[in-house]
């Protein structure tokens, strides 16, 4: 029987954006704060997920083995370096997030059955890889508070009471929204970068978080006004806005998760 099984791991390190062939202007408009010297830290936090049939004892594998091996391949020689001088492959590309993913992949593949790499560079941004070239995933988190009313017009109040119990109530109710937007991408074999990450987080505020923040999602957003802001329907529409902004940066907008409540979310994936 097939099972898959996850290996937590940290380290803390720091690296820099910058490109020689590139002035310092041209890398300030690249990379931003990201371009700063000697550059700057995050503490990541790594996760590996691995695949294999149950043994004799009820395990895939060994975890005080995985454990090890992870230890020895990865952490031990990441763990409080400056990524561009640790390995020789952040000589010819830049240590971004997904390309570090791509890199540990790499050198854990031969040693374990992994199926997925991710990797969080700080809770609002990771990337994962599963070992399709050089194609990975880089997920933005970000939030935004609303109000809404789940009612149809043509329905009474008791009819919607009904349907959407207390969220029909007339005067709304909010919550805080938590937004995860997921683009895949090829990894670009200089900047490491699937799409500009400046860019993603541009697009995402300037479509999504600035127009839906602080706001009663019926009266203040348009398409509301004839479509009822469930979770599911506001994931929709938030795919529906950020998918042709995405697809100019290069990349794919791959998922939209929008989570209402602890108790609620709704995943919507990109049109092909």
């Given at each position: 029987?097939?099972?898959t ?6 380290f ?8 020689p062939e590139?002035s ?5 408009e690249q990379?931003?704060?990201?371009a ?7 503490n ?13 004892y ?6 005080s ?11 031990s020689q ?7 001088e ?16 791509y890199?540990?992949w ?35 988190s ?7 009313r ?29 937004l995860e ?23 995402i505020?300037?479509?999504?978080v ?5 706001t009663?999602?019926n009266?203040d ?5 004839q479509v ?29 998760k ?13 049109n092909?």
């Amino acid at each position: 029987m097939k099972c898959t099984i996850n290996r937590r791991a940290q380290f803390s390190a720091s690296h820099r954006y910058w490109l020689p062939e590139l002035s310092e202007a041209e890398n300030q408009e690249q990379f931003g704060a990201c371009a700063r010297a000697p550059g700057h830290g995050h503490n990541y936090v790594l996760y590996v997920a691995m695949e294999g049939d149950l043994d004799q004892y009820g395990m895939v594998l060994n975890l005080s083995e995985v454990k090890h091996t992870i230890k020895r391949e990865i952490t031990s020689q990441l763990d409080f370096s400056y990524l561009n001088e640790a390995w020789p492959e952040f000589k010819t590309t830049l240590p971004t997030t997904e390309f570090l993913a791509y890199c540990i992949w790499q050198r854990l593949s031969p040693h374990l059955p992994i199926v997925n790499i991710q990797l969080f560079e700080h809770p609002q941004l990771w990337a994962d890889y599963q070992g399709n070239a050089m194609e990975a995933s880089l997920t933005l988190s970000t939030h935004f508070s609303a109000a809404h009313r789940l009612a149809l017009p043509h329905l009474s109040y008791e009819e919607n009471c009904e349907i959407y119990g207390k969220c029909a109530r007339p005067h709304g109710h909010g919550h805080n929204y938590h937004l995860e937007v997921t683009v895949t991408g090829t990894i670009d074999p200089r900047t490491g970068m699937i799409a500009d990450l400046s860019k993603l987080q541009h697009l995402i505020n300037f479509h999504v978080v600035e127009p839906f923040d602080h706001t009663f999602l019926n009266k203040d957003i348009a398409y509301f006004e004839q479509v009822v802001p469930t979770a599911e329907n506001i994931a929709v529409h938030i795919r529906d806005l950020l998918q042709g902004p995405i697809a100019l940066t290069g990349a794919k907008l791959h998922k939209v998760k929008l989570i209402e409540s602890p108790n609620n979310s709704a995943e919507v994936y990109g049109n092909s």
